[in-house]
T-cell receptor, first 116, second 116 residues
């Protein structure tokens, strides 16, 4: 079945540092890939997405490129802020072929803490 | 701008008790989902629904039942609560799959459930 693996956390950075959170996936077919963010006490929010190989998703300074050859979708940001402190989830949909009804397969999440 | 609303936000149960979690969405979404979030495991799909009157099992359905009597509501029931069901439960909804079949999901803020 489909699976998503994220780098182990937690990740602690100083403000303005460069961020990378690694995400790799296993799926048949042609999945769409997503990054969701969860702020403390809240539900998940879509951060960015990519629906086909070589697509780059971007939002709020975050970027991720769909790399089919390496089955990866790493999240990057050039300069993090304290307000970026949250849990980040990589997820995929539609990898198993056929009709997936939008079901998401999540990675385990990466806790990011940014210090001033 | 309510989006996805979950009730209650917190609940403590004793083993063997029953309860129902309510999810309501006002975006006219066809698809709705129930997930549970446990430390280090990301989110796992319990049940989902692709339309009013339909439900289907997800990855971890045992011990839960669901109903979708109205398009805007998706209920998750625990008939006989067990300590292993202590978790944070999230409801999500999305548009149905069309040309762009991978629609992002919109999440509620979660229900924190403790089973003693």
């Amino acid at each position: 079945g489909d699976s998503v693996t994220q780098m182990e956390g937690p990740v602690t950075l100083s403000e303005e540092a460069f961020l990378t959170i690694n995400c790799t996936y296993t799926a048949t077919g042609y999945p769409s890939l997503f990054w969701y963010v969860q702020y403390p006490g809240e539900g998940l929010q879509l951060l960015l997405k990519a629906t086909k190989a070589d697509d780059k998703g971007s939002n709020k300074g975050f970027e991720a490129t769909y790399r089919k050859e390496t089955t990866s979708f790493h999240l990057e940001k050039g300069s993090v802020q304290v307000s970026d402190s949250a849990v980040y989830f990589c997820a995929l949909s539609g990898g198993a072929g056929g009709t997936s009804y939008g079901k998401l397969t999540f990675g385990q999440g990466t806790i990011l803490t940014v210090h001033p | 701008n309510a989006g996805v609303t979950q009730t209650p936000k917190f609940r403590v149960l004793k083993t063997g008790q029953s309860m129902t979690l309510l999810c309501a969405q006002d975006m006219n979404h066809e698809y709705m989902y129930w997930y549970r979030q446990d430390p280090g495991m990301g989110l796992r799909l319990i049940h989902y629904s692709v339309g009013e009157g339909t439900t289907a099992k997800g990855e971890v359905p045992d011990g839960y039942n669901v109903s979708r009597l109205k398009k805007q509501n998706f209920l998750l029931g625990l008939e006989s609560a067990a300590p292993s069901q202590t978790s944070v439960y999230f409801c999500a909804s999305s548009y149905s799959m069309t040309g762009d079949r991978h629609q992002p999901q919109h999440f509620g803020d979660g229900t924190r459930l403790s089973i003693l």
